[in-house]
């Protein structure tokens, strides 16, 4: 049993590094468009936002993440957090620059969706991830949403208000 859950760790870990790669292999990628300033600004107000938000949910015992980068610093999911959330939506951002809300709308389903089949599937397969006091998908499904949404709003409204100064 010992040497199952020494495995597990260690698959858990090969899980985030290569989350880490991936993530650090999209930013240029992510920040080669124009309209930096933009996509910056994005990236770290959800960096900022998904880090206070999550602190909230773990120090509520809703969330909880046995193993997970720097746990001596963080008890969230910082790679999560500061990291991969904020790529992903700055590309929903990219892709619904030009949509009106309702398509915006229909389009972060393509994005949430996977995050939340593979949150999911982590909290059933791995300890990356552990459900508590009543969290469900659909927790994350809507705070996920609703959070995208948002920062949607939130960026075209910095936008319009740039082209008007």
């Not at 199952?4 to 698959?11: A, E, H, P, Q, S």
């Not at 996509?39 to 936002?49: G, H, N, Q, R, T």
């Not at 999911?77 to 951002?93: E, G, K, R, T």
Request: hydrophobic residues 55%.
């Amino acid at each position: 049993m010992q040497l199952y859950l020494m495995v597990r760790g260690k698959c858990e870990k090969k899980i985030l590094l290569g989350l880490l790669g991936l993530g650090i292999g999209l930013l240029p990628f992510v920040f080669r468009r124009t309209g930096l300033k933009d996509w910056l600004l994005v990236f770290f107000a959800s960096a900022f936002s998904n880090g206070v938000i999550d602190k909230i949910i773990v120090a509520n015992n809703f969330l909880k993440y046995p193993v997970r980068l720097l746990p001596k610093y963080f008890q969230v999911h910082i790679l999560f957090d500061a990291l991969l959330y904020p790529l992903v939506n700055i590309m929903y951002n990219q892709l619904t620059l030009k949509d009106n809300h309702l398509i915006a709308l229909f389009k972060l389903f393509y994005f949430i969706i996977p995050m939340v089949v593979i949150e999911v599937w982590a909290e059933r397969r791995t300890k990356l991830i552990e459900f508590k006091r009543g969290w469900r998908w659909y927790h994350s499904f809507v705070s996920l949403m609703v959070k995208s949404f948002f920062s949607r709003f939130w960026i075209r409204c910095v936008q319009k208000w740039n082209v008007d100064r």
